[in-house]
């Protein structure tokens, strides 16, 4: 897939637009501190691995490879602990790397720190099925100065542990893994000002990065929430379509078979799953932001490819339904995620076989009691 994927380098027709690459790259060349431009000043961990290269650009490209290499790893392992077997956890991490907007898009634009939050956010999860307490809270940790919405996987914690609605045990766990990067969160916020409001400082940037400032004079939510709003009241009808543009049909098809398997694991993770949702009040990258609730979306459609199993689907259709996804991912370099018609081509070439597969073993159980 990194083959077969264009780069956002300075050959590429988009490297001039003042986008978040031009920013990161600034980050990379300077100290710690030295910039001062919310909210990307505090998205340290990415530019800060990447400046310990000889060359930024070489070291972004080795983080975002390598990050979403493990991301994919961690939902295999997180797969696997959950209870499913080997195919259902090839399946998922399959789907992992079928979701264009999380994998492909960013090996487009290696220069963003969202697959270090990616991986962070898998081994938060991993973390919380496998009860490593510990090294959960260094996880999100350590996540949330890569990306402060790791820290969405907190409230996941309790979701996925508790044993009933209230159960406050598991509320005080939560509570004292979730205060580090809490504190994490609060530390670096004083230690980086932001100036966003410093038209001085603002004026001594280069002009790209200038042009991003503008668009957030202040870093006031309240600022950011009305600018927002206005923003998407004028393009109503899109958000559904980037909304499932975000993960690609195949694994929402599959999330919406699970049934009552789907609808426990939602309720248990809803707290996650509308603070992920809750950032499309605030920025305009939909497929972007929507895309942090992999985890749990892999999740639900494996519950989904569960249940079909049970009713005599063949395993073997999971992981080949996940394979293809990704293979269309593969025809274009240029092309960030396949188009809706060719996802929904992909689906529809495995829903007779389910089907067949199905009536099989409903005919088998059929002729089973006859015989009897």
Known sequence: MWIRTAHLTPADPWWSFPADHHIYLFMATHAIGGFNVAPWCWRVLGPLIAGLFGKPSTGFQVVTFTSLWLTGAAVFALVKRSGHP?????????????????VKFNMWDFWLGDPLAFLFLALGVLCIVAEWDGLFAVCVAVGVIAKESVVFVVPLFYGLRATRLWDRRTARRTLLVGLPSIAVLVFVRVAI???????????????????????????????????????????????????????????????????????????RAAPFLLLVLSQELFALNTERLLVLAFPVVILLALEGARRLEEQGARPWVFPALAGSSCAVCLVRATETSPSALVQLGVVLVFIPIVVLGMRARGAARIGARTTS
């Not at 929430?225 to 958000?239: E, G, H, K, N, V």
């Open 193 to 267: 000002p932001a100036w966003n409001s410093h038209s001085a400082y603002i004026a001594s940037l280069p002009p790209p990065i200038r042009w991003n400032a503008h668009n957030l004079p202040t870093y006031s939510p309240w600022f950011i929430l009305r600018q927002t709003l206005a923003r998407r009241a004028a393009q109503p009808a899109s958000w559904f379509v980037r909304t499932v543009s975000a993960f690609g049909l195949p694994a929402l098809v599959m999330a919406a078979c699970g049934g009552r398997r789907s609808l426990r694991l939602l309720g």
């Open 86 to 102: 080997l195919h259902l956890a090839v399946t998922g991490m399959l789907l992992f790397f079928s979701f264009a907007f999380a």
